[in-house]
T-cell receptor
Framework: EDQVTQSPEALRLQEGESSSLNCSYTVSGLRGLFWYRQDPGKGPEFLFTLYSAGEEKEKERLKATLTKKESFLHITAPKPEDSATYLCAVQSWSGGGADGLTFGKGTHLIIQP | EPEVTQTPSHQVTQMGQEVILRCVPISNHLYFYWYRQILGQKVEFLVSFYNNEISEKSEIFDDQFSVERPDGSNFTLKIRSTKLEDSAMYFC????????????????FGEGSWLTVV
């Protein structure tokens, strides 16, 4: 059974204070690791997909990295509008068709002005 | 940017009643999904759908649930006899490709339908 653990559960930063969010995962075979942003009462908003260890992707102040056991979402010089819950999810090779994502509980990030 | 649209945004229903949640996936996407999120909990996979049939379903997706693509654009989730524990946000999602690598398989989510069973 696929498992995803995210840490910390909550993180409060000052504007401009860089940090990293962690996603540890256990899968039988990784098809893809996904990062989403979720605002209160809204659907997950796609950020990145990572496929293999060593891969990195960047978008504005966010950078996602992947190893064989975990992924990090690095936030550089965050702004208050980066406040949200960041979700990590994995998709594994089960041999079936459109395999579902297994999500972590998320990291609730607050950026204070 | 293309988006997944869902209706209704919020529905209140009495226990035992049938509910249909509707979704319009992104037009060129081939794979469709339903997920749910109980308040304060993880997003959970319910079912995936491809080529007019269920591709995979979770343990949550029991006989009270069904999905259908009644025409070329809509994708629906039916809950036959709602229970209090079905109260949750239900998300529809879609993706273009299943095979990953080289930038494929982005799964886009809708804004959700909030279901309250009373």
């Amino acid at each position: 059974e696929d498992q995803v653990t995210q840490s910390p559960e909550a993180l409060r930063l000052q504007e401009g204070e860089s940090s990293s969010l962690n996603c540890s995962y256990t899968v039988s075979g990784l098809r893809g690791l996904f990062w989403y942003r979720q605002d209160p009462g809204k659907g997950p908003e796609f950020l990145f997909t990572l496929y293999s260890a060593g891969e990195e992707k960047e978008k504005e102040r966010l950078k996602a990295t992947l190893t064989k056991k975990e992924s990090f979402l690095h936030i550089t010089a965050p702004k208050p509008e980066d406040s949200a819950t960041y979700l990590c999810a994995v998709q594994s090779w089960s041999g079936g068709g459109a395999d579902g994502l297994t999500f972590g509980k998320g990291t609730h990030l607050i950026i204070q002005p | 940017e293309p988006e997944v649209t869902q209706t209704p945004s919020h529905q209140v229903t009495q226990m035992g009643q049938e509910v249909i949640l509707r979704c319009v996936p992104i037009s060129n996407h081939l794979y469709f999904y339903w997920y749910r999120q109980i308040l304060g909990q993880k997003v959970e996979f319910l079912v995936s759908f491809y080529n007019n049939e269920i591709s995979e379903k979770s343990e949550i997706f029991d006989d009270q649930f069904s999905v259908e693509r009644p025409d070329g654009s809509n994708f629906t989730l039916k809950i036959r006899s709602t229970k209090l524990e079905d109260s949750a946000m239900y998300f529809c999602a879609s993706s273009e490709l299943l095979i990953l690598r080289a930038g494929g398989n982005t799964i886009y989510f809708g804004e959700g339908s909030w279901l309250t069973v009373v």
